[in-house]
């Protein structure tokens, strides 16, 4: 059988985590409670316990990754590291202040769980002038500290989805593009200057799904000269809205996002911002998805935080890798309903099994093509594989009543199906039948004895991996 062709070669921290600046901080985050204000949840969270043991047990399995510090309020944010430089002036209206004592505990704990630093640097109104123009000293201070402490930051993003603003803070604070522009370049000149090897990201624009993006910065970037000073497109999808949120174009529902059409939706917003991207300067820069979640709002509770939730995820971790997203960062390790990890008892979501599974098992380098199709667009497959020759298919079958039936040219070497543990609204998983409860219950290829079966049936809204015979061939090895 010939080898498929490679599309490209995946980056390890492809799949990429948020700790949301209000969970990290204490801020407005999402509760019980409906409805916002200024995007904002109405109720307060208090600052992460960063020390809780179980939260770096199941976060260090996700590693490698890079973990997002962004979100709302990290443009309600003021930097008070008074050793960097004069202090900022006193914060008017409800801000949040990183203290260097907490950046310092942030970035500790981020390299010893292995992961990179993505950090979302304030572009809102209490860091502009009365012009209307960003002021960078608040961000020297914090690019100098960072760099003098040796913190493993490797990209920073200017602003967070700035295009939102005349809905977050009102028409009077709305930033033009061509003000965006003028900031970023001055901002990107700061990154040189101060934190030389690191990345330069943005404008992590708000886009909605049918909608697309409000106020759109994407196109004026790409095709602004400015552009040569962006290393990394950035935007933010969520292909759902949670009933928090007043504002909806598609409200969340138990069955919304088993639609392949409602699947393949991240794809048109992805080649809106490619198209951008190749009008300009930075046509070969890679675009990351900083935040990719279930549901806006916080996600909807018992869809978000349960099985529903996970044939979508793992779908849009084959779709997006396949399509040459560079990274997704999931929104989020841990808050809200779509967090990996719940927030009441620090316990591992099914998405969460999904995303170690995801990690362990599918190989870096991407196939172009699935080496599977179902019988009808309810069967979704993906195919990746690794240096040495095993490859591996992911198999999400959408279906919400027929088994599907699956068989793989070549035979396969072993099959693990993850399942919903009961209901399709379990907050539970299952690992080929058993409940997952700890890491050692991901029993990963090549530990069990005896052939694997030639034919699966997969049964409704499961998902299964499958690991293929080797396959030797010099393009797998390709860099």
Request: glycine share 10%.
């Amino acid at each position: 059988m010939p080898s498929p062709e490679v599309l490209h070669r995946q980056d390890p921290e492809f799949v990429s985590l948020t700790l949301d600046t209000s969970v990290v901080l204490g801020g407005h985050w999402w509760g019980p409670t409906k409805g916002t204000s200024q995007g904002l949840s109405r109720d307060r969270t208090a600052p992460l316990d960063l020390s809780q043991p179980d939260l770096s047990r199941w976060a260090e399995a996700l590693a490698p990754a890079m973990l997002r510090m962004g979100g709302t309020e990290a443009d309600r944010i003021l930097y008070g590291f008074a050793r960097e430089g004069p202090p900022e002036p006193a914060p008017v209206g409800a801000v949040l202040v990183l203290k260097g004592k907490r950046w310092d505990e942030f970035n500790r704990w981020a390299a010893a769980r292995g992961f990179s630093v993505l950090f979302t640097v304030s572009a809102g109104p209490e860091v502009r002038d009365a012009d209307g123009r960003w002021t960078s000293a608040g961000a020297e201070r914090l690019l100098r500290k960072t760099v003098r402490k040796g913190y493993p930051v490797v990209a920073w993003e200017f602003g967070n989805e700035v295009n939102a603003y005349p809905f977050l803070f009102g028409l009077r604070h709305a930033v033009s593009p061509r003000q965006y522009l003028a900031d970023f370049a001055r901002f990107a000149d700061l990154v040189r200057r101060l934190a030389p090897g690191t990345r330069t990201v943005g404008p992590a624009s708000a886009i909605w799904p049918l909608v697309g993006e409000p106020n759109p910065l994407i196109p004026a970037l790409g095709r602004s000269p400015v552009s040569a000073f962006l290393d990394v497109l950035s935007f933010h999808y969520y292909p759902q809205q949670s009933d928090r949120g007043r504002v909806a174009v598609r409200r969340a529902g138990e069955t919304n996002l088993l639609n392949p059409r409602a699947l393949d939706g991240s794809l048109r917003w992805l080649r809106h911002a490619r198209r951008s991207l190749q009008r300009g300067s930075a046509a070969t820069a890679p675009i990351w998805l900083t935040e990719l979640g279930h549901a806006l709002y916080g996600g909807q509770a018992g869809v978000s935080d349960t099985w529903l939730s996970t044939p979508w995820w793992l779908d849009q971790l084959g779709l997006l890798s396949h399509a040459g997203v560079g990274a997704l960062f999931r929104q989020s390790l841990v808050g809200g309903d779509y967090g990996l990890l719940d927030p009441a008892t620090w316990q591992p979501r099914p998405d969460y099994w999904a995303t170690v599974a995801w990690k362990r098992l599918m190989g870096p380098l991407v196939h172009a093509k699935p080496l599977v199709r179902g019988p009808d667009r309810r069967l979704r497959v993906w195919h990746h594989a690794w240096p040495d020759g095993r490859s591996c298919l992911v198999v999400v079958n959408l279906s919400r009543k027929a088994r599907a039936r699956i068989t793989v040219e070549g035979g396969v070497t072993s099959w693990d199906v993850l399942s919903p543990a009961g209901s399709w609204t379990s907050r539970e998983a299952t690992w080929n039948g058993a409940l997952l409860s700890s890491l050692a219950d991901l029993v990963r290829f090549g530990d069990r004895t005896g052939p694997a079966p030639s034919l699966l049936e997969l049964g409704p809204l499961s998902c299964a991996f499958a690991e293929l015979p080797q396959t030797p061939h010099e393009n797998l090895a390709k860099p």
